[in-house]
């Protein structure tokens, strides 16, 4: 049976933006199968206590260099996004509700989010900002926000968040190695190591 990675991310992560760069590559390479798990960072701040480093100025401005230097090390783009912090609600809400009833156009869903709000930043918090990118990428606005509006998707993504939480993730992104938990783009040469 092949080894599997839990990926538990939010869009609104921009060190979840670059976990997400390198996790598919690196698990095809280990034969491993990418198992993607869209989760609310805000309700895991709101039950671990924990918050942003954006919300500590140094921790900030030192976190910000650092990602840059990451993405060159990863020969990435990176912008941040002006209007950060963007609520992910409905964003994430459409993940979910893609990998529930149209798991084919999940990955290109990730993607055009991903480059709208790290790579070519865009307020994706502004309902028609969100509309044109989904739609300049091929996606039926209206049956996506019909998405998000399902109950049946709401209670995934809480309860995907609610179970993130009970395995001790605290941030985004936490990856998770069968129960070997790893936080932060920057340990995903563990996250290797463990696939061996």
Avoid at 52 to 73: E, H, I, L, T
Wanted: aromatic share 12%; glycine share 8%; proline share 7%.
């Amino acid at each position: 049976m092949p080894k599997t990675v839990e990926f538990f991310f939010d869009f609104g992560s921009p060190t979840a933006y670059l976990a997400w760069t390198q996790l598919p590559r690196l698990a095809a390479e280990a034969g491993a199968q990418l198992v993607w798990r869209p989760m609310l960072l805000g309700g895991v701040f709101k039950a671990t206590g924990n918050a942003s480093p954006a919300m500590v100025p140094a921790k900030g401005r030192w976190m910000n260099q650092d990602m840059a230097r990451w993405a060159q090390r990863y020969g990435v783009p990176l912008a941040m996004n002006p209007y950060f912090p963007i609520n992910t609600l409905t964003l994430m809400r459409g993940a979910t509700g893609l990998q529930l009833r149209q798991p084919a156009d999940f990955e290109r869903y990730v993607e055009t989010v991903y480059r709208a709000m790290w790579e070519a930043p865009c307020n994706l918090g502004d309902p028609a900002v969100l509309a044109q990118v989904l739609q300049r990428a091929g996606f039926d606005v209206d049956a996506l926000l019909a998405l998000v509006g399902d109950p049946e998707v709401k209670a995934r993504l809480v309860a995907t968040t609610e179970e993130a939480v009970a395995r001790g993730v605290f941030g985004a992104p936490t990856v998770f190695v069968g129960e070997q938990m790893f936080f932060g783009q920057d340990r995903l040469d563990f996250v290797r190591e463990a696939l061996r």
